[in-house]
Structure formats: C-alpha cells, structure tokens
Nanobody, 127 residues
C-alpha cells in the first residue's frame, strides 16, 4: 500500500509558476514509478508527466503540453514534484499524483496503470 498526499495548489494569477508536491510513503514505495495527472471539471483525467518507469530518473511528458511541466523526484524525502509554468485559466483543475508498480508492459499515460492515487490538490488560475 502506498499513501500519497499532494500540496501546493491554490488560486494563482495567469502567467505564474507553481510547484506541486506529493509526499509518498508505504513499504516499497521507493520502487514505484510516479506520475502527475489533472482533471478539470467535466473532463477526463489527463496525463501530464511521469518519472521512474524506464529507469529511476527517466521522465516522460505529455507532448501536447509543450515544456511547461517538469517532474522531479527526491527519493531521500520521498517527494515527487510538478513544476507548472506559464499557467492559464485552462490549467484550472485538480492535480493528482499517482504511483505505479513497475511492469514489463505499461501505458505510461493511462490512469489504469497506476495503482495508487493521492486525494488531489486544486489549482485555480485566474486571468
């Protein structure tokens, strides 16, 4: 069982940068791949970034987002971060971190390949 708690959300102005944090715990949690997703009201959950699926520090991004999102991981503190820059109102959503058991075949962008989820942190971007 992996437990995760996100933080860092809130109401921000368009154009700003936020850094979301996700502290994870649980036996074996350091061996899990981690990802960030978001879900806007009335929309499906959307993949943003992942780390650790193909090597401990290997990252994978949703290419449609450009380079506005950066994922990183501090194994010592068991924290995974998502830096989101140049925010617009379209980025308003609940942001979730997720943990996935490393497996031979995985669809990194699919929520179904992540076994554990945090409760989410809401980001509201005002213009």
């Amino acid at each position: 069982q992996v437990h995760m708690v996100e933080s860092g959300g809130g109401q921000v102005q368009a154009g700003t940068t936020v850094r979301l944090s996700c502290i994870y715990s649980g036996q074996g949690s350091s061996n899990y791949a981690m990802g960030w997703f978001r879900q806007a009201l009335g929309k499906e959950r959307e993949f943003l970034a992942a780390i650790g699926w193909f090597g401990s520090g290997a990252t994978y991004y949703n290419s449609s987002m450009g380079d506005r999102f950066i994922i990183s991981r501090d194994s010592a503190s068991r924290t995974v971060y998502l830096q989101a820059s140049d925010l617009t109102p379209d980025d308003t959503a609940v942001y979730y971190c997720a943990a996935g058991v490393r497996k031979n075949r995985v669809n990194v962008v699919s929520p179904s390949d992540y076994e554990y989820w945090g409760q989410g942190t809401q980001v509201v971007v005002s213009s």
